[in-house]
């Protein structure tokens, strides 16, 4: 087989793959997703496991008049997962050292909603921008411009970033937002 052919059979692949969340020991979160990493790449299962990731988010912190941009976790004790489930994802992710178990009723991983991944900001920039385009219609989901519908006047690729024209008290306003915060009207 050619790399490229198996290329496409590995995109074709994690088209399939879904979102799950995974419980992990209380600030172990990078571990977990390093040793799940290493564990795909030893036992060749990156046709499975696609991504691991750990929400974070950024923050200002002032200490002493300065201002400084920090990063936190959004979930602590939780860890991402993008993989087709069958047996074996389900024992790597569950025996990597770490892992309490995945998130949902007994022994049944439930996939997170497309909703859900938006929300949480997992989904990366192609399958964002896939969605949105300029001139597309929009509803705010949450922030200070909450329920306010408007049109996506330009995308910002590199910094994740949406500017929407919305009407204010009668009047055109731009303003930027993030993805996780639009919906389509």
């Known amino acids: ?3 490229e052919y198996q290329a496409d059979v590995r995109e074709e692949r994690e088209e399939q793959a879904e979102w799950y969340v995974i419980h992990t020991y209380s600030g172990h979160e990078n571990k977990v997703k390093m040793n ?3 564990m795909v790449k030893n036992h060749e299962l990156d046709d499975l496991i696609f991504e691991v990731k750990v ?3 950024e ?3 002032t200490k002493d ?3 400084k941009m920090k990063e936190r976790k959004m979930f602590p004790s939780y860890v991402l997962v993008k993989m087709i489930m069958n047996d074996k994802s389900w024992y790597l992710v569950r025996n990597t050292r770490g892992v309490t178990g995945f998130v949902g ?3 049944k991983p439930v996939p997170l909603s497309p909703e859900e991944v938006r929300t949480l900001g997992v989904a990366n920039n192609e399958e964002l921008f896939g969605e949105f385009s300029e001139g597309d219609t929009v509803k705010v989901l949450n922030g200070p411009f909450e329920d306010f519908v408007g049109v996506i006047d330009s995308l910002n690729y590199e910094r994740g970033k949406v500017k929407v024209t919305l009407s204010m008290f009668g009047r055109d306003t731009l303003v930027e937002l993030d993805f996780n915060q639009l919906i389509k009207a």
Request: proline share 11%; charged share 20%; glycine share 12%.
């Open 1 to 3: 087989m050619t790399d």
């Open 36 to 38: 799940m990493e290493s």
């Open 55 to 57: 929400p974070m988010e």
């Open 59 to 61: 923050y200002a912190d």
């Open 65 to 67: 008049g300065v201002t």
């Open 105 to 107: 009723p007994g022994s």
